[in-house]
């Protein structure tokens, strides 16, 4: 049978093409969701015999056994073939290709050894017509890189539908659940196994979310680094083309997915070898035990010309070993705790295929014998779950290390090690100078033994109540328990803690106590409407009176063992610096005590004057302008403040400039007792996260002023280009601190180096919105028409 076979580089230029082609339905990539044949494939090494769901790569030697699993009454003779190649420009030899007649019981299976020299294995089903073995031999010997990338893609795109078979099925386990583990469910699986999560379907009713989640799902899967490692790492060729045409406008911004990109070239590759006898169609592998059930996307054909099913085995070389990383590293775990999770990211394939086996904890007791405690792969909890109990009869250290081992196929492979911590036989106690106070929630630290076992702690009441007691671990060895004693009567109470893996749980005997009133008097600074009530028990306080003035209280705070407590008048009173006045503190229980206000000084006051503003570097062609009382945090912010009142600055004066997180001390330059000018650069004084509302206040010794707003605080992306046309494409750095830019709303977290967005009509400014004050009208001017970055 004679062919004419199109050159390689005509191949992929026409996949090149067709991805690169401006297409509105994403329909032209049909699904592979038609059921083709299945084959039994059994791999065997150094006496070890795994399924090929167990088989990431092959290596030469290996002993392999394949069988086409056609039914009993298959009419249609298929011819199993399996080839060997060798990278795309060195054509594999002739011994390197197998066949068995598939319609014969007796020459059906294929036993084969990895030739030394190949780097990838295929398998074809080919209609029976006398010439099939050498013609399709032929091609793939005349033109092996085509068949290179086709092997290579295949088998990308196979773990790419693995991943997002995973997540459907785990969002479809938990949506027959119901209730809210759809919504707890989701966002876990799809960081797990690197699926983009359609958020907006969260706020769904329930029952429409999992279907919403699970639409459109070939856009859903996302590069996740380890798949394409090792297709790189065992082929040799490169992977990532189908993935940068895929993120350009003319491939769709980013529509199609990676999987959609690698299943468009595999699909026109393949169609470049159509002739008037054969048509090669792409088959995608799915993995049960030793089964691979073929998909297939297209519907095969036996009449002229007749359909060869492609389908790619694993890659022939050394193991690309998953990438795992502990997800939090310094964080201890308990090992007695049941359902312990090894909380892991890096590798998606873990949780979707079966590849890693073996897999277990591995921890050394005190005697120094080392535990292998086996683990499972859960993508909903986003780790690996220890699924046995650790043995009572072995005993660990307090702090020891685990480690994840297992093997990758054949390979064996050491994963990331894990903070542990064992229970103790010894106590928890709290601090000798601990003082309980009943009527109040109390703050308890409590020192004792590997602080991640504690499992829960309740207080027991003298009454025989019981209350539930929140905790945070301070540390290895130390806790911050809140005891709720509000309305508990002073007397006896015991703290009882439980620790996983012991039996029994720990009393720790304490003691309420009434604490003693005490009013020590009202601190007032003149001009002031609120002033700070000192001494003890102060919770019991409703009010206060000064000559008919009525104080009321709020904010309370214990400062150096005594209560601090605020109380503000509806007015300012018209007392000045020095005097005193005789006031009357009323109880919440009816009685009343006296007490004596204090006048202080005047705390000092300041109204901003002007502000400018130096930019940290000279305008670029892509910049933002802000509006005014905008600051970007890396500029330079001048500003000048008049004193108010009775206010005079002096020299040892200082301005004290805070955000909502943060605060630093300004150096001050006085034009004169009144007028004051301090500069500061944001970011280096209050650190590059600060953000918000920006204010300053005057400080005189140890006395602050009110807080005065002086500008709103912003971090800016890192812009490098614009370009427009009919839609515009913004490039640059830290993008996630935009909240949007004229249509485009940029998402939270948004790791993107570029975002597009359709420009304003006339050609006006762009409209944007900083995520640190949306509220503020930026904008971004266009460049001139025909402009390129």
């Known amino acids: 049978m004679t062919r004419t076979i199109a050159s390689v580089a005509a191949g992929v230029a026409t996949a090149a093409a067709c991805v690169l082609t401006p297409l509105s339905a994403p329909a032209e990539v049909a699904a592979f969701d038609l059921a083709g ?11 070890v015999t795994l399924p090929i769901a167990q088989v990431p790569d092959l290596a030469a030697g290996d002993e392999m056994l394949v069988r086409a699993d056609l039914p009993a009454d298959q009419s249609a003779h298929y011819l199993l073939v399996v080839g060997f190649l060798r990278g795309a420009t060195n054509p594999p030899p002739k011994k390197w290709f197998f066949r068995a007649e598939t319609w014969k019981k007796k020459q059906r299976d294929l036993r084969i050894k990895v030739p030394a020299g190949a780097q990838q294995a295929i398998a074809f089903l ?13 091609a793939v010997r005349g ?3 085509a068949f290179v990338r086709a092997s290579q893609d295949l088998n990308q795109a196979a773990l790419d539908r693995a991943r997002l078979d995973a997540y459907v099925t785990g969002v479809n386990r938990r949506d027959a659940e119901g ?8 966002p876990a699986l799809a960081r797990s196994l690197a699926i983009q999560l359609k958020a907006e379907c969260l706020t769904r009713p329930a029952e429409l979310q999992a279907g919403c989640l699970t639409g459109g799902r070939e856009a859903l899967v996302l590069s996740d680094g380890h798949s394409s490692t090792m297709a790189e ?9 189908a993935f940068q045409l895929s993120a350009t406008p003319q491939g769709g911004a980013g529509y199609y997915s990676p999987y959609i990109g690698v299943i468009r070239d595999v699909a026109r590759i393949l169609g470049a070898f159509r002739t008037a006898s054969y048509q090669y169609i792409p088959a995608l592998n799915t993995h049960d035990g030793d089964r691979l059930a073929l998909l297939l996307n297209a519907a095969p054909s036996f009449n002229r010309p007749q359909s060869v099913i492609v389908a790619a085995l694993p890659p022939v070389g050394p193991a690309s070993l998953p990438p795992l990383r502990a997800t939090s590293p310094a964080v201890a775990q308990c090992l007695a705790r049941p359902g312990l999770v090894l909380p892991v990211e890096g590798a998606p394939l873990i949780y979707a295929t079966r590849y890693a086996r073996d897999m277990a904890l591995r921890v050394a007791g005190r005697d120094g014998r080392e535990v292998d405690l086996p683990v499972v792969a859960d993508a909903e909890r986003g780790g690996f779950v220890v699924r046995e109990p650790v043995p009572r009869s072995i005993a660990f250290e307090q702090e020891l290390t685990g480690r994840l081992h297992g093997r990758w196929g054949f390979t064996p492979f050491d994963g990331p090690r894990f903070r542990l911590q064992s229970p103790q036989d010894g106590t928890w106690r709290a601090g000798d100078e601990t003082t309980l106070v009943a009527g109040r929630d109390n703050a308890v630290e409590l020192t004792g033994a590997a602080s991640a076992c504690i499992e829960a702690m309740e207080l027991r009441l003298p009454g025989g109540g019981v209350r539930a007691v929140t905790w945070e671990a301070r540390g290895a060895n130390r806790v911050s328990a809140k005891l709720p004693l509000a309305d508990v009567p002073p007397g006896a109470v ?15 005997p304490l003691r309420a106590y009434t604490e003693a009133g005490r009013i020590d008097g009202l601190t007032l600074h003149a001009g002031d409407r609120a002033g700070t009530l000192a001494g003890a028990r102060l919770d019991t306080v409703a009010s206060l009176t000064v000559e008919g003035t009525v104080f009321t209280p709020g904010a309370l705070a214990r400062v150096d063992g005594g209560d601090r407590l605020t109380m503000t008048a509806a007015a300012p009173l018209s007392l000045a610096a020095g005097e005193t006045r005789s006031a009357t503190v009323t109880l919440t229980d009816g009685r009343t005590v ?9 705390r000092p006051a300041a109204t901003l004057l002007t502000r400018s503003v130096t930019p940290a570097s000279p305008p670029t062609p892509v910049s933002i302008t802000l509006p005014e009382g905008v600051v970007a945090a890396g500029d330079r912010l001048t500003f000048s403040f008049r004193a108010t009142g009775t206010t005079r600055f002096t020299a040892a004066d200082r301005i004290e400039l805070g955000s909502d997180d943060a605060s630093a001390t300004v150096a001050v330059t006085l034009q004169d007792a009144q007028v004051g000018v301090a500069a500061i650069t944001p970011a280096t004084a209050l650190g590059a996260s600060a953000a918000g509302p920006l204010r300053f206040r005057p400080v005189q010794g140890d006395i602050a002023g009110d807080w005065q707003p002086l500008a709103t605080l912003v971090r800016e992306p890192t812009l490098t280009a614009l370009a427009c046309s009919e839609v515009c494409t913004l490039t640059g750095r830290n993008l996630f601190l935009l909240a949007g830019v004229a249509d485009r709303m940029v998402p939270e977290g948004f790791t993107g180096d570029r975002l597009t967005f359709s420009p304003p009509p006339r050609g ?13 009208a930026a904008t971004l001017s266009l460049p001139p028409t025909g402009a390129t970055p």
Do not use: N
């Open 143 to 145: 033109r092996p890189g």
């Open 126 to 138: 080919a209609p029976e017509t006398g010439g099939d073995f050498g013609t399709l031999t032929g």
């Open 179 to 186: 209730g809210t583990r759809l919504e707890e469910a989701s």
């Open 764 to 776: 006006g400014p762009v409209p944007v919105h900083l995520r640190d004050a949306p509220e503020a």
């Open 233 to 241: 790492a065992l082929t040799g060729t490169p992977t990532d083309l």
């Open 37 to 47: 044949p299945r084959l039994t494939v059994t791999v065997t090494r150094a006496g």
């Open 594 to 602: 006296a007490t004596r206000l204090r006048v202080a000084p005047a």
């Open 494 to 508: 015991t703290l009882r803690i439980g620790r996983y893996g012991a039996a029994d749980p720990i009393d720790l």
